[in-house]
């Protein structure tokens, strides 16, 4: 079974490329649904942060409202790393414990592909087979994100957090250039998906 990681920049098309793979066979893990169960009341993650934020970040209903909390954790590079401090090594463990599951498994998916933004800045490349990055021009990347509402503002201070496509390229094992056409993008899946089938990558 191959685990492979899926990285690129906000915007860049990481989810879309994902089902892409999907569709091709390969058990998807993303890591943002297991922030949101880590962040869950009683679950691993809300003690600590709910320590580290305080009670502001609480929705009305007593549960973390992410909304609150990004506010906060990316209003500065202290606060941000603060969070991701929390949520990374616990992100990591989780991953792991379904990894040794789904090897112990006697039906295991042929891959898995693990879908993550920050699988450089974090260091936790050794944790993959193999590593995929998803690139596209940051001007179609802005207008993705403004189409689901994010402000422009918003949207370059979050790149601003994350390294850039051509630092990333140079540790990545393959790349995707997801800034033309659905079917273009498609194409370059194919061929990384019959490399890693094959044992080429």
Do not use: C, Y
Not at 6 to 11: A, D, E, H, N
Not at 157 to 168: A, E, I, P, S, V
Request: aromatic content about 4%; glycine content about 10%.
């Amino acid at each position: 079974m191959l685990h492979v990681g899926l990285t690129g920049g906000i915007g860049s098309g990481k989810s879309a490329v994902a089902r892409m793979f999907k569709k091709r066979g390969a058990l998807v893990l993303d890591s943002d649904r297991i922030v949101r169960e880590l962040l869950k009341k009683g679950n691993e993650g809300f003690e600590e942060v709910l320590a580290a934020f305080g009670k502001s970040i609480l929705a009305g209903n007593g549960s973390i409202s992410r909304k609150k909390l990004a506010a906060k954790a990316f209003a500065d590079e202290k606060s941000r790393k603060k969070l991701e401090s929390i949520l990374h090594p616990l992100v990591v463990l989780k991953r792991r414990v379904i990894i040794k599951e789904l090897k112990d498994s006697p039906k295991k998916p042929v891959m898995v592909v693990s879908e993550a933004a920050l699988i450089f800045e974090a260091g936790t490349g050794s944790e993959f087979d193999k590593v995929i990055l998803v690139t596209a021009p940051e001007e179609a990347r802005i207008r993705r994100l403004v189409k689901k509402g994010w402000t422009e503002k918003s949207i370059r201070d979050r790149m601003r957090t994350q390294w850039g496509d051509r630092k990333k390229a140079s540790l990545a094992d393959f790349v995707i250039d997801n800034g033309g056409s659905a079917r273009e993008t498609e194409g370059q899946v194919e061929r990384i998906w019959r490399a890693l089938a094959e044992g080429e990558g």
